[in-house]
């Protein structure tokens, strides 16, 4: 009986803070700022925890009957917990007041569980066993749960049916809780109808979690989707609308397949068409194979190393039919390596030395992406230039987001290089900017590949050109102590929203 009490107390720990987890990726996902969202969101969960912790003294009596009703609220309400916020950002304008609303419910009966279950087994233990019993396998189950929340739950059932199945586990707790303590209910048999009652409808949920996903998605995504995929770092989205497809990571759109050309020749051949004996390339980020299927278009170059975070996104680019059209199963090709990895301790670690380097990162919206574009990451990078060495790093709109992009500029350079800002007109995203990088002069080159549908020769110089409106601003550095990049580009992208 203890080891069957221990083992739901280990459970109970378990799926609060997969709860916890749930609504901070959901938040991150879909409002962006991962660092702010998990920090308010934990923040109130344990806030909302001492107000449970408080509010136990009151209860007085029927301390089991009220631990089996606390489990089967937290079961409903830590369940739906996932597919309520999807729906809510897909059909309302209240998903934050209903984040934190649902934190706060779930932190506050979370709260309630372990001074019950300490007062529930204190005759069985002495109080200060019963203390370190408790505590012991609570702390053992948030363990249990932050391993299994990236590693299994987000790859293999995604957000919905993780809060629904860990909505069944709390039901099952109860259910077995009316067993356990069965010498203290007044009326076991209507609990146990209850918690029967709950498993039923969370497992009909959870069945058709797939239903409730695709039901919120098609109202956030304009185009119908044919694709829809959780891992353990992002939420991929494919959507196809006639002869568009297009590619959104939590839910910001990375490519349509209409212009990501554009976007693509401008990023890879400005530079590389310059660097007349470039034999090896690498390219970090784009897991997509569209930087690669370009630089393929240059029969010199020998080796292609890409490195990219996520091992499912360049699966799919390898194997997906769909998308392998559209990169021209350029991840297949014998002269590419990938290497799944984070690129800033790929860069760190790695000793290889490149001719050519894109850096196709997604913008810096957090700060684990910002680490991404400081001085330390471009002044690494450096270690993999060849003396001759080039890279280009996308740098978000001059546009949309001026002091962002020049920020960008400024910290290349403070890194100790010499910078070649440009952009060009992508209609998906508006106006794009890039820089290119090196220890020496640059010249636009005169002659590039065939078959490019967007650059010429004749079209290249202007690129470099920057009207007033995209002209340089004084910027800061951004440097990994103090990531003024990240708040910049927050700032300006809010001031476009409103």
């Not at 107390?9 to 991962?34: F, K, N, P, Q, W």
């Not at 500029?409 to 010499?418: C, L, Q, V």
């Amino acid at each position: 009986m203890s080891i069957a009490l221990f083992l739901s107390i280990l459970l109970v720990a378990a799926c609060g803070l997969i709860y916890e987890l749930i609504a901070g990726t959901v938040a991150s996902y879909l409002v962006g700022d991962s660092v702010f969202q998990f920090s308010t969101v934990i923040g109130t969960y344990l806030f909302a925890m001492g107000i449970g912790s408080f509010l136990s003294r009151y209860v007085n009596r029927q301390l089991a009957t009220q631990f089996v009703r606390i489990e089967l609220l937290i079961a409903v309400v830590g369940g739906f917990s996932s597919s309520a916020l999807f729906l809510a950002f897909a059909f309302t304008q209240g998903f934050e007041l209903l984040l934190y609303l649902i934190v706060l419910v779930v932190g506050t009966l979370v709260g309630l569980e372990i001074p019950l279950l300490i007062r529930l087994v204190k005759n069985r233990f002495r109080f200060q066993d019963a203390v370190s019993h408790v505590l012991t396998f609570d702390y053992l189950g948030a363990l249990f749960a932050s391993v299994l929340f990236p590693l299994v739950l987000v790859p293999k059932l995604g957000l919905i049916r993780s809060a629904l199945f860990f909505g069944i586990v709390n039901a099952a707790v109860a259910l077995w809780s009316t067993r356990l303590f069965a010498d203290q209910l007044v009326r076991p048999r209507r609990l146990q109808l209850a918690c029967l009652a709950t498993i039923a409808v969370l497992s009909v949920a959870l069945v058709e979690g797939s239903r409730i996903n695709a039901f919120a998605e098609d109202n956030i995504y304009a185009d119908e989707i044919i694709l829809s995929r959780d891992t353990p770092y992002r939420h991929i989205v494919l959507t196809k609308c006639k002869d568009d497809l297009r590619l959104f990571l939590n839910a910001h759109l990375q490519f349509s397949s209409r212009d990501e050309y554009r976007y693509h020749e401008a990023l890879v051949h400005p530079g590389l068409a310059s660097a007349a004996g470039a034999r090896s390339v690498l390219v970090l980020g784009g897991g997509d194979g569209l930087a690669v299927r370009e630089i393929l278009k240059y029969p010199r170059v020998e080796r292609i190393v890409l490195v990219d975070l996520d091992p499912e996104m360049t699966r799919l680019f390898s194997q997906n039919a769909l998308l392998t059209s559209l990169n021209n199963g350029s991840l297949r090709s014998p002269k590419v390596t990938v290497v799944n990895a984070d690129a800033f301790l790929w860069v760190d670690s790695a000793t290889d030395v490149f001719d050519f380097v894109v850096v196709d990162l997604p913008d810096p919206t957090n700060y684990a992406l910002g680490k991404l574009y400081t001085t330390v990451f471009f002044a690494a990078l450096g270690h993999h230039l060849s003396d001759r060495g080039t890279f280009v790093v996308q740098s978000t709109s001059p546009m949309f987001a001026r002091k962002s992009f020049w920020c960008i500029d400024e910290t290349i350079k403070e890194a100790g290089y010499r910078t070649f800002p440009y952009h060009a007109y992508v209609p998906s995203f508006g106006e794009w900017g890039f820089v290119l990088a090196s220890r020496h002069e640059y010249a636009p080159p005169e002659i590039l590949p065939g078959g490019l549908r967007f650059l010429s020769a004749a079209n290249l110089s202007s690129l470099f050109d920057f009207p007033a409106d995209m002209a340089r601003v004084s910027m800061p550095a951004n440097h990994l102590n103090d990531q003024v990049l990240v708040r910049t580009l927050e700032a300006e992208w809010r001031e476009i929203s409103r």
